[in-house]
């Protein structure tokens, strides 16, 4: 039989995550289906609770699943680090435990990548009683490569999960400097590549699914505020982010603070943050 080489490494960082382990199986395993033979791809999981020992179904031993626990609980940014570090293929993607994606995600993205760094697939939120498409038509998407409206607004990429990324591209400050608060280590590694004057593919097709609903840290706007904090702490002693981008974070998360992580205005607030107001307004309409 033939033999590839790995072209393509998936990395999920599990917590307490037995439940969904037979549902990332099935998915990676209808994704290699859909390569047809022409690339091949590894699973890596990194176990981030030890004391929970978990293991490959039966049925999916098959698979080039592999399965490491950290000796203790390190962060979601640590695990992704130690994911990333043993991983062999060329490209990366980095699932969340309750991810899905569809059975040809793997097959587009690596088509639609092409000679960039970066490519962002389109998909849908997935709340209690509903969903809705992640970006509404190709003029939203397009924000994903506006740099302002990360530092003045909000992460333009709900997940790493829409994000096929080309391994030896990834930031080497994002893996020197690793954060320890949940929440924001991502939007960290998208300011590092749009800072850099680095632009991202856009791959139209709804392909991803994020869930909010649950425990889910992205609906945790105090957390996600102090996870800011630490990325513009550490962006700005280790002089890795300009100053005046992340003076601008620093005060969209200070607007935040001020409306009680409800984000809802006052004629206080709006005195205040004009500009904050403005730029979030603006990436809501478009």
């Not at 390190?74 to 992704?80: A, C, P, Q, T, V």
Request: glycine share 4%; with cysteine; hydrophobic share 35%.
């Amino acid at each position: 039989m033939k033999q590839f080489k790995i072209d393509l490494s998936l990395i999920t960082c599990l917590y307490n995550g037995d439940r969904y382990i037979d549902n990332l199986c099935q998915m990676f395993e209808a994704n290699l289906g859909r390569l047809s033979g022409t690339r091949s791809a590894e699973y890596i999981m990194i176990n981030d609770s030890p004391w929970n020992r978990v293991s490959i179904p039966e049925k999916y031993k098959h698979l080039p699943i592999h399965i490491y626990d950290n000796e203790k609980n390190l962060g979601i940014h640590r695990s992704r680090i130690n994911g990333i570090e043993k991983a062999r293929g060329k490209y990366i993607l980095i699932l969340d435990q309750d991810d899905e994606i569809r059975d040809e995600y793997l097959l587009s993205q690596t088509k639609k990548i092409r000679d960039r760094d970066v490519v962002v697939c389109n998909g849908y939120k997935e709340y209690a009683d509903s969903s809705k498409a992640i970006y509404r038509d190709r003029i939203k998407m397009s924000l994903i490569n506006s740099k302002n409206i990360y530092v003045m607004a909000a992460n333009q990429i709900v997940s790493p999960g829409q994000c096929l990324i080309k391994k030896e591209s990834i930031p080497s400050a994002w893996i020197k400097y690793e954060m320890k608060s949940n929440g924001s280590d991502d939007l960290f590694l998208w300011l590092l590549y749009l800072y850099s004057g680095r632009r991202f593919a856009i791959n139209s097709e709804k392909l991803y699914c994020h869930k909010q609903v649950g425990n889910n840290l992205s609906n945790d706007l105090k957390k996600m505020c102090e996870s800011d904090h630490e990325m513009c702490y550490l962006a700005e002693k280790e002089k890795l982010l300009p100053e005046k981008a992340i003076k601008k974070r620093m005060r969209m998360t200070h607007f935040i603070a001020e409306t009680n992580y409800t984000q809802k205005l006052s004629l206080k607030v709006l005195l205040k943050y004009p500009d904050i107001v403005f730029v979030k307004a603006l990436a809501v309409l478009l």
